[in-house]
Nanobody, 123 residues
Framework: QVQLVESGGGLVQAGDSLRLSCAAS????????MGWFRQAPGKERAFVAT????????SYADSVKGRFTISRDNAKNTVYLQMNSLKPEDTAVYYC????????????????WGQGTQVTVSS
C-alpha cells in the first residue's frame, strides 16, 4: 500500500515557475515508477510525466517537454515536478501516482493516487 500527498500548487503568473512535491508513505518506494497527471476543468485526466524507480528514465507529454522536469529522491520517498515557463493552459489539478515497477502513460496503469494540488496560471 502506498499513500501519496502532493503539495506546492498555487496561483502564479504566466512565465513563472512552481515545484510540486509528492511525498509517499509505504515500503519499497524505489520499486515504484511515479507519474504526474493533470486534470483541467471539463477535461479528462492527462499524462504529464513519468519517472522510473531508479530515476534513470523519464518521459514527458509533448505539451510540457522542455519546460517541466520530473525527478525523485528515493531517500526522502519524494517525487518532484519542476514547472518552468508556465502557461495559462497549464492550469489544472495536478496528481501524482504510483505504479509497481514499470513506467506508464495511462491513468488506468497506476494503482495509487494522491488527492491532487491545484495549479492556476494567470495570463
Amino acid at each position: 500500500q502506498v499513500q501519496l500527498v502532493e503539495s506546492g500548487g498555487g496561483l502564479v503568473q504566466a512565465g513563472d515557475s512552481l515545484r510540486l512535491s509528492c511525498a509517499a508513505s509505504g515500503r519499497r518506494f524505489s520499486s515504484y515508477a511515479m507519474g504526474w497527471f493533470r486534470q483541467a476543468p471539463g477535461k479528462e485526466r492527462a499524462f504529464v510525466a513519468t519517472i522510473s524507480g531508479s530515476g534513470g528514465s523519464t518521459s514527458y507529454a509533448d505539451s510540457v517537454k522542455g519546460r517541466f522536469t520530473i525527478s525523485r529522491d528515493n531517500a526522502k520517498n519524494t517525487v518532484y515536478l519542476q514547472m518552468n515557463s508556465l502557461k495559462p493552459e497549464d492550469t489544472a489539478v495536478y496528481y501524482c501516482a504510483a505504479r509497481w515497477l514499470a513506467t506508464g502513460y495511462n491513468v488506468h496503469e497506476y494503482s495509487y493516487w494522491g488527492q491532487g494540488t491545484q495549479v492556476t496560471v494567470s495570463s
